[in-house]
Every structure is written in structure tokens, then in C-alpha cells.
């Protein structure tokens, strides 16, 4: 498993049930963090830490525009897209294809929603 896993999220609701359910799943390796992605990211890189893995969950506006640069500088081996809205989806691999050595390994869309037009749609990217 992981050594330290980061939650990035805006909302002190999501993160506070977060907690609860890695309290509930014996998982003392989750550090909750409130905070923007993109003054997080920024923060992270300053302090020269490294990741091996990110999952990305934006809300349906997509990948907030300052944060994709500093995305693609982790240098990840592998990102996870989770993405609820194809157009920003489409939108953000286009940024990240063209501005990286990435290219999609795989596409799996999840009915999550039955007999409605939403779709959630995962995507892994590994580095070339």
C-alpha cells in the first residue's frame, strides 16, 4: 500500500467524512487537507516532495486552469482522471497531451446514474 496519502479537498464537509470513513477502515496514512488544488499543488512542489500516484477529481467546471501546470511538473508515473463532464475532460487531456509526455493507457466510462445522460468517465494516463 501507500506510505502517506494526501486528500485535497475545498469542501470541510467531503473532508471531514473523509476522516470518519478512514477511521472507520483502520487507514492511519490519509492526511486531510482543506485547501484549493492549485495553492496546494504550489505548496507541494516548494517543499520538493514527490508522487508516484495522483487521482484527480475535479468538480464539473474540470481542472482549474492554474493548477494544470503544476499537475503535470509532479512527473507522476501514472495520473487517474475522474471526470463527470466529457467536455472538460476532453479539454484537460487535450492540455495534458499536448504540454507533457503522457498519453491515455485507458478510457472506462461508469454508469453511475441509470437512464439519465450523466456519465463519470476514469481515465489513466501513464508518461511515455
Given at each position: 500500500?501507500?506510505?502517506?496519502?494526501?486528500?485535497?479537498?475545498?469542501s470541510?464537509?467531503?473532508?471531514?467524512?473523509?476522516?470518519?470513513?478512514?477511521?472507520?477502515?483502520?487507514?492511519?496514512?490519509?492526511?486531510?487537507i482543506?485547501?484549493?488544488?492549485?495553492?496546494?499543488l504550489?505548496k507541494?512542489l516548494?517543499?520538493?516532495?514527490?508522487a508516484?500516484?495522483?487521482i484527480?477529481?475535479?468538480?464539473?467546471?474540470?481542472?482549474?486552469?492554474?493548477?494544470?501546470?503544476?499537475?503535470?511538473k509532479?512527473?507522476t508515473?501514472?495520473?487517474?482522471?475522474?471526470?463527470?463532464?466529457?467536455?472538460?475532460?476532453s479539454?484537460?487531456?487535450g492540455?495534458?497531451?499536448?504540454?507533457?509526455?503522457?498519453?491515455?493507457?485507458?478510457?472506462?466510462?461508469?454508469?453511475m446514474?441509470?437512464?439519465?445522460?450523466?456519465?463519470?468517465?476514469?481515465v489513466s494516463?501513464?508518461?511515455?
Amino acid at each position: 500500500g501507500a506510505k502517506k496519502v494526501y486528500s485535497i479537498e475545498l469542501s470541510t464537509q467531503a473532508s471531514e467524512d473523509g476522516k470518519k470513513n478512514a477511521k472507520t477502515n483502520s487507514l492511519n496514512n490519509i492526511e486531510f487537507i482543506n485547501s484549493k488544488v492549485e495553492d496546494f499543488l504550489t505548496k507541494y512542489l516548494e517543499e520538493k516532495k514527490k508522487a508516484d500516484l495522483l487521482i484527480i477529481d475535479p468538480p464539473r467546471a474540470g481542472i482549474n486552469p492554474k493548477a494544470l501546470p503544476n499537475i503535470l511538473k509532479f512527473k507522476t508515473n501514472q495520473i487517474i482522471y475522474v471526470s463527470c463532464n466529457p467536455a472538460t475532460l476532453s479539454r484537460d487531456l487535450g492540455f495534458i497531451i499536448q504540454n507533457s509526455d503522457y498519453k491515455i493507457e485507458t478510457v472506462v466510462p461508469v454508469d453511475m446514474f441509470p437512464h439519465t445522460h450523466h456519465i463519470e468517465t476514469i481515465v489513466s494516463l501513464i508518461r511515455k
